[in-house]
């Protein structure tokens, strides 16, 4: 049975296409097709061609909808000559070839462009890792011997959601792109403060690249932490961020992906294993896969902290039965970054043709 995978890069079920894609390829002789848009879920029925807060350019649009799926159909249910499988298996949208003006509709101007690929992940990827370093520096140089990063993690003030790849929230949390920055009409916001000035998001970013860096396919961040609870959450946001410029004069910071680990499943879902306060664990944070050009003089970034409410539950620390909060505790949680305990982000670089 031949599938064709359809989703975008602020789709709930961005990760949950593109592993269907790589497992059906793998188990399956018959033919597998995958798409990725710059959408959130259900967008390409709205014929739109933004996301959130961020515009992508009339080519981001699927406007045929219902020609693009009447290729395939026609093809495999009526033995139609239509083209569609001449074509490369895989089409990516790759985000962020844009200037980064403000629109007149008030959304920044991120662009992108469409490109065919022969598999996923792209078999050029250069797999990079970037660690987090003293100082909130991200580099491709691993760290020496340098302190941890502390936080306080209150439950009652979690970090709030803004945008991500989100469905069926719209009226509560819009989906997409959106500055990292408090707004008051988003669910949650009690200021206007950018989300990296709270004293619980520990911020890694580079210095401004000199070159473009293209990063397309899955996100993984690999933290080690502890805790002085025996159960909380770690939270990975990856993040495009721009300089100021005439339009936005404090800079842009762009969400592209994010992902959340409970401390007690960090063995896999089928145990629950409570933490011993104050001991080291290694964490895989698994974040939804993107395709994102950082441009010259942007900054790569990379927020850790242990809520992001409300697209995830809050972790109330205790290590009580899951349900509804009866007790809850502060939590002191540390991020390491040493010769020894390496945290980084593996970001799927591609190198430019």
Known sequence: MPIYFLSGWYDTYARASTENFVE???????????IMGPWVHGVVTLRQSWSGDVEFGPDAILDDYDGFR????????????????????????????????KTPEGRLF???YWRFEQEWPLARTRWTPYY??????????????????????????????????????GDVIPPGGFDQRGRRELFYCKDTAPLATRPDVLVFQTDPLPEDVEVTGPIVVRLWASSSTVDTDFTAKLIDVYPPGEDYPDGYALNLTDGIIRARYRNGFETAELMEPGRVYEF???????????????????????????????????GDPLGP??????????????RNRPSH????????E
Not at 345 to 352: E, F, G, R
């Open 325 to 338: 909060i009866g007790r809850w505790q502060v939590a002191v949680n540390t991020v390491y970054h040493d």
């Open 284 to 318: 895989t944070i698994t974040c939804y896969p993107t395709s994102n050009v950082f441009k010259k003089g942007h900054r790569i970034r990379l927020d850790i902290s242990s809520s992001n409410w409300p697209r995830f539950d809050v972790n109330p620390n205790t």
């Open 24 to 34: 059906f390829s793998r188990r399956k002789r018959s033919p597998m097709r995958l």
């Open 110 to 112: 991120h662009g992108g």
């Open 345 to 352: 982000v593996v970001l799927p670089i591609i190198p430019p």
């Open 70 to 101: 009447l290729r395939w159909f026609d093809y495999w249910l009526k033995g139609l000559d239509t083209g569609v499988m001449d074509e490369p298996p895989v089409r990516i949208f790759v985000m962020g070839t844009g200037d980064g003006h």
């Open 132 to 169: 987090l370093r003293a100082g909130g520096r991200l580099t491709p140089e691993p760290p020496n011997e340098e302190l941890p990063d502390s936080f306080l993690f209150n439950p009652l003030d979690p970090v709030p959601t803004i945008g991500g790849s989100i469905s069926a929230a």
